[in-house]
């Protein structure tokens, strides 16, 4: 997954993509995601296939953080905003770009027993879009699960946030009162966190600056999200 500036593979995405087929536009420029387009993204009628699709969003959007395209329609969408309400179809197939490499922007953090690489995205999306966004090139939202995984957040994190506050989304979910990682295991206290008054608030998110604590809210709340990568 990546998130390109305009200028960025310009020539090399258009002139290659516009003329691939679809496993080749898979394997070298798209990761299948299970997300919808949304009303944020743009719209481009009459085009033919997927490798179309993105060449068009290439020309047309500032950078591109997923692209969705209906072959029954030729509709082509390009969307460098996740933000807004999905556009619910039966035929949309939707990819989030490839990294080039998947080093490009993620560190790389030593546990005790392994690595991992973080990532972070200045997009605004909802939690199960950014979870469905990490996913789709094997990734997950980070997963707080130890006081070394806590201090690797805030190392990573406080530098982005460069004094300024951040929200973003971590992995977690309420069930049944209890909050638990996506994998069903029970959430630790190293992210201390602080519920609310709302019962439909089953999501987590990190907020914090020069330090970070672990609020619930809704999930179609919209902040920013970081993804963890293993590092083979």
């Known amino acids: 997954m990546n998130i390109l500036p305009k200028a960025c593979l310009?020539?090399?995405?258009?002139?290659?993509?516009?003329?691939?087929?679809?496993?080749?536009?898979?394997?070298?420029?798209?990761?299948?995601?299970?997300?919808?387009?949304?009303?944020?993204?743009?719209?481009?009628?009459n085009v033919?296939?997927?490798?179309q699709c993105l060449g068009a969003c290439v020309i047309t959007v500032d950078k591109i953080v997923m692209i969705s395209h209906d072959e029954s329609t030729k509709t082509c969408m390009c969307c460098n905003d996740i933000s807004g309400s999905d556009?619910?179809?039966?035929n949309w197939k939707s990819y989030a770009l490839r990294t080039f490499p998947l080093s490009d922007g993620c560190t790389t953090y030593n546990l005790t027993s392994h690595q991992i690489c973080l990532?972070?995205?200045?997009?605004?999306?909802?939690?199960?879009?950014?979870?469905?966004?990490?996913?789709?090139?094997?990734?997950?939202l980070i997963k707080i699960d130890s006081q070394e995984k806590y201090d690797i957040f805030e190392t990573f994190h406080v530098p982005i946030a460069n004094n300024t506050l951040i929200e973003v989304w971590v992995q977690g979910e309420k069930i049944e009162g209890q909050w638990k990682f996506d994998d069903g295991t029970p959430i630790p206290n190293f992210c201390p966190i602080f519920p609310g008054t709302?019962?439909?608030?089953?999501?987590?998110?990190?907020?914090?600056?020069?330090?970070?604590?672990?609020?619930?809210?809704?999930?179609?709340a919209?902040?920013?999200?970081?993804?963890?990568?293993?590092?083979?």
Do not use: M
Request: proline content about 5%; aromatic content about 12%.
């Open 87 to 90: 556009i619910i179809g039966p």
């Open 119 to 140: 990532k972070y995205f200045p997009v605004r999306a909802r939690y199960s879009s950014a979870r469905n966004l990490c996913q789709a090139e094997d990734g997950d």
């Open 48 to 51: 033919r296939s997927k490798g």
């Open 198 to 220: 709302n019962p439909e608030e089953i999501r987590i998110r990190a907020r914090g600056s020069t330090s970070f604590v672990c609020w619930d809210n809704l999930n179609i």
């Open 222 to 232: 919209l902040f920013h999200y970081s993804c963890e990568y293993p590092v083979n």
């Open 10 to 45: 310009f020539i090399f995405l258009v002139v290659n993509a516009i003329h691939s087929g679809s496993a080749v536009f898979k394997s070298k420029y798209g990761i299948k995601t299970i997300e919808y387009p949304k009303e944020s993204c743009q719209r481009i009628d």
